[in-house]
């Protein structure tokens, strides 16, 4: 297979260690250099502080790879030319041999291969708004629905319709968990105004929850919410006419299909002068640290039982 696991990724894995799963398109797609590969670091750093190995997922030189260097990581974050590589893209990916950064759906699939059981991200995809003309959603759906993996965001991009998107997430089955509160997360704010199906307040409860799942045979991941901390919040009142005025300028530039989400956020970026960035940067690492703890959590499940 042609699947290559990084030395300390698998040394960990051999003993059974805390890893959490990193995808790249938020870095090569989400955000703008140099500050996706600030973040990229500090990501890792948050799950190492706690005692977890991080593991970034991409595909480079015809080889999907679980555990970057921070050669690779640079030239997922400098290249224009690197591929988004959904469910639908990866063993393409694979045979282009040019580089190519894998979604959540498509990070999930390796993750799930490579016995990687949580996995850390900014937002999921999801259903678009406008998706009952376009047909346009997210593979990230489908992929939590089959592949058991534990994934943590602040919700869904807030850019999504956010009420279809939970609407299809009960429809495929997969659980949504509100870390902590009642309600979803939408990404730059806490609060999307709608109800958390599930909500959790520890990483230990968590991980009690996803062995119910296993326990019971119910496949498919898991989305745990995870809202951006307060003092990093955008409010959603505030975000709702930057988010109109991004989806004005997709439509007058007659953006479809995989280039929809990176156009929206950089919209976004530039009219907020950058807040919205700061705000992503924050709540990926928010994420990060986490799925570090509920992956500790889980480790230390299996130590109790053996
Ligand atoms: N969240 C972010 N930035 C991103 C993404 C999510 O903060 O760039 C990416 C993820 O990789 C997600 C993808 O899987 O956008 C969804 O793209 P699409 O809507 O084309 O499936
Ligand atoms: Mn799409």
């Known amino acids: 297979m042609s699947i290559a696991i990084a030395d300390e990724v698998k040394a960990a894995l051999d003993n059974s260690s805390p890893v959490v799963a990193l995808e790249t398109t938020i870095v090569s797609h989400g955000m ?7 973040t990229a670091l500090a990501v890792e750093d948050e ?4 005692g977890a190995t991080p593991a970034a997922i ?3 030189d015809g080889v999907i790879r679980v555990g970057l260097d921070r050669a690779s990581l640079e030239r997922l974050a400098q290249s224009d030319e690197t591929l988004k590589l959904s469910r639908a893209d990866l063993a393409h990916g694979v045979i282009s041999g040019k580089p190519g950064a894998t979604t959540v759906a498509a990070t999930m699939i390796v993750a799930g291969r490579a016995g990687i059981r949580v996995f850390a991200t900014g937002g999921i995809g999801g259903v678009h708004r406008g998706a009952e003309a376009s047909f346009d959603i997210s593979a990230d759906i489908t992929e939590l629905a089959k592949t058991d993996v534990i994934v943590v965001a602040a919700g869904a991009k807030a850019l999504l319709d956010l009420p279809k998107t939970l609407e299809m997430l009960e429809t495929f089955g997969v659980p949504v968990v509100g870390y902590g509160t009642e309600t979803f997360p939408a990404f730059w704010s806490r609060d999307s105004g709608l109800e958390a199906p599930i909500r959790l307040d520890s990483p230990e409860e968590i991980a009690a929850f996803a062995r119910t799942r296993r326990d019971l045979a119910l496949d498919g991941g898991v989305l745990v919410a995870n809202p951006v901390p307060p003092e990093h919040e955008i409010p959603a009142t505030e975000m709702a006419d930057h988010i109109e005025a ?3 300028d997709s439509m007058a530039a007659g953006v479809t299909g995989k280039a929809v989400t990176p156009f929206l956020l950089d ?3 530039k009219r907020t002068d950058g807040r919205s960035l700061a705000t992503n940067v924050a709540l990926v ?3 990060a640290r986490l799925a570090a703890d509920i992956a500790i959590a889980l480790a230390s499940e299996l130590d109790q039982a053996s």
């Open 47 to 50: 799950i190492r502080d706690v």
């Open 246 to 248: 991004a989806h004005r």
């Open 285 to 287: 690492k928010n994420n």
């Open 267 to 269: 919209a976004i970026l």
């Open 58 to 60: 991409a595909v480079l």
């Open 32 to 38: 703008p250099w140099p500050t996706n590969m600030e």
